[in-house]
């Protein structure tokens, strides 16, 4: 016979857990949701009017606009040239192929100012690329260009993680019959693996895009941060906390922060639907 329960037992586990939840919001409430609060309360203190006038301003509109382009063309980059490199690393065996899958994962790794400073050391006018190529009139760093590479080397290891674990649990034995159906490389790639990659290609996009959005260390090595020419939303709002205007800042922020949460929304939404369907 089992010992009946105390009634003292429940009430011990509810206060077990009331205190363990008690102590998550008081680590994340100073950590997290607190200074997120901070960026709405400025950006509105001097009300909607005065939120909606430092957003026309030209060079707020223009650092909003170079974000959200430069943040679009990196997506699409990295979604072609992050495809093709999972495909590669995970159907192909050759030498070297190990040490190259951690190569390509160092962006996450090393600070993003250091890929900025390896940036300008390549393609700067003293750099082992550049003191050639701009005499010849081809000057990334300091241009939009420069800006573009910056966000695709800093974000390319986003997309490769969201896609290559789908390549790697992909069964080989539907590429081996399109083979054997006379489906050469590319058909198979394009008809068979391609629509399997759906999701990741989805999530590592929008991965892709947040984090370009986002993007302040390389970019400030390589842009150099020149007003309405290379100047990104991040730029905007450091430069304004420079020059003491914080309200503009926090305006600007309140925005990329929007963006930013419903990205990961939608994001969070996306990728909990294949576990909500069910028979």
């Known amino acids: 016979m089992t010992e009946p329960r105390s009634p003292v037992e429940p009430q011990r586990k509810t206060i077990t857990h009331r205190i363990t939840i008690g102590l998550l919001w008081a680590v994340l409430t100073p950590l997290l949701i607190l200074p997120i609060v901070a960026i709405f309360v400025f950006a509105g203190r001097g009300g909607w009017d005065s939120f909606y006038q430092t957003l026309k301003l030209p060079e707020a509109q223009f650092a909003l606009r170079m974000s959200l382009w430069i943040a679009l063309c990196t997506s699409l980059a990295n979604a072609i040239v992050g495809t093709f490199s999972a495909y590669v690393l995970s159907k192909h065996r050759f030498a070297g192929r190990g040490p190259l899958s951690i190569l390509v994962n160092l962006p996450v790794a090393i600070p993003t100012v250091v890929m900025g400073t390896s940036l300008i050391l390549l393609w700067g006018p003293i750099g082992l690329l550049g003191r050639y190529l701009v005499p010849l009139g081809f000057a990334p760093v300091f241009a939009p260009f420069g800006v573009f590479l910056a966000h695709v080397l800093v974000t390319f290891p986003y997309m490769l993680g969201a896609v290559k674990p789908v390549l790697d649990e992909l069964e080989i034995t539907y590429e081996e019959a399109a083979y054997t159906m006379g489906a050469g490389r590319f058909r198979t790639f394009v008809y068979v693996i391609l629509p399997a990659l759906k999701g990741g290609l989805f999530s590592g996009t929008l991965l892709t895009f947040a ?60 990728t909990r639907r294949p576990s909500r369907e069910g028979p």
């Open 211 to 270: 984090h370009s959005l986002g993007e302040f260390g390389a970019t400030a090595m390589v842009s150099g941060n020149l007003r309405l020419k290379t100047q990104t939303a991040p730029l905007f709002i450091f430069a304004q906390f420079e020059a003491g205007q914080i309200e503009t800042a926090n305006a600007v922020a309140a925005v990329l922060a929007v963006l930013s949460f419903s990205i990961f929304l939608f994001l969070l939404r996306f």
